[in-house]
């Protein structure tokens, strides 16, 4: 089954636990594929399941099984390859589960977050069609009874909103087709790339994206090494996940300080990846044995560091949106305002 649609954090999770679980209880990927097939219910689901069975059928391995369904990242295939070279593929599981359960809870932070503002947008967008169609077409009737008509401004926005009357179901349309597409574009890997690009340079959105960036590099980072796998190849693992332009540059030149005989902690300090901070809390893991614990910690830090960048951006754009709306019905209204004033004047 070729498809482009990747599976959704959520549906990755859920399918790295229910694998993990078989794995624990002794069973083989074969016979745990066949059982999650009589426990799958939707045709989407069975043919996914199918596909893997069938691969594994053939005699291939996990790792090629599931690269074959399409729909699954390069981060969870180049783990699960990892999981099976090193006979560990059950706890590679259970973590790529608890890592992609992380990620499905930072989307549902962004998503819940974000809707208001765009709630705002859609009223914006709502009050001042009101206005151009239904509300400027009064004022002109006022202007023609009093013998005189608008000019200027009023009469280039009047325009607009006898063009909107007359072809608003077209625009509708377009607009409808437009989000659809987009929605459907985001599923796919260039969509969802192109998408993940724009609000990684935005200016609003800039901090947030490198905050999560650096968040999800030490997440990814605390389970490569729990895997087993050593610093080097844990950075060249770990770039895959990681979206952010600027970040994968940072990775590079980790790898390079590491190539010239630099420690994890000095590399990723030299690279600026983390504060001198985040660094010595690595030279102190490393020197306990406990390198993937620091790196969940720094992880779970630069998770509230992210909500609290969330809200801070929540918290200017609300008040923002509200004083365009408020400026541009006050212009659209003093623009007719302004000239009948001055007519009304005039009469007088």
């Keep these: 089954m070729k498809s482009q649609r990747l599976l959704s954090n959520a549906e990755i999770a859920s399918f790295c636990s229910q694998t993990a679980m078989i ?28 596909t893997i069975i ?87 009737q006022v202007f023609e009874q009093l013998g005189s008509e608008m000019s200027g401004v009023s009469a280039s926005l009047l325009n607009l909103g006898n063009t909107l009357n007359r072809y608003g179901i077209v625009i509708l349309a ?7 597409v987009y929605f459907l574009g985001f599923k796919t890997r260039k969509g969802k790339a ?5 609000l990684n340079e935005f200016a609003l959105t800039k901090g947030f994206y490198e905050k999560v960036a650096a968040g999800r590099f030490a ?23 990681v979206e952010h332009k600027k970040t994968k540059e940072k990775i590079a030149v980790c790898k390079s300080c590491i190539e010239e005989g630099l420690n994890l902690s000095e590399a990723l300090e030299k690279a600026d990846i983390f504060s001198s901070l985040y660094s010595r809390m690595v030279a102190v893991g490393f020197r306990t044995g406990s390198i993937d614990q620091v790196m969940g910690k720094i992880a779970e830090d630069y998770e509230k560091d992210t909500e609290k960048k969330l809200s801070e951006i929540i918290a200017t754009l609300e008040p923002t949106l509200v004083i365009i709306l408020s400026v541009i019905v006050g212009l659209i209204l003093l623009s007719v305002i302004l000239p009948l004033m001055g007519i009304m004047t005039s009469i007088g």
């Design 23 to 50: 794995l624990n209880a002794g069973i083989t990927p074969y016979e745990g594929m066949s059982i999650l097939m009589q426990d799958t219910k939707d045709e989407k689901g069975k043919a996914l399941v199918n």
């Design 54 to 140: 069938e691969s594994l059928g053939q005699g291939e391995t996990f790792y090629k099984a599931l690269g074959a369904t399409d729909v699954f990242p390069d981060y969870v295939l180049h783990m699960v390859e990892l999981g099976e070279q090193s006979g560990n593929l059950d706890n590679v599981m259970q973590s790529l589960a608890a890592y992609y359960e992380h990620e499905d809870m930072i989307a549902d932070s962004i998503r819940s977050a974000v809707r208001y503002p765009l709630i705002m947008i859609g009223m914006m967008l709502l009050v001042i069609y009101v206005l151009l169609t239904k509300v400027l077409p009064i004022f002109n």
């Design 174 to 180: 377009v607009i409808v087709v437009v989000f659809i």
């Design 219 to 241: 997440s990814g980072l605390a389970m490569t090494i729990a895997s087993g796998l050593d610093t080097y190849s844990s950075l060249d693992l770990v770039s895959v996940i």
């Design 194 to 198: 192109f998408t993940t690009n724009f």
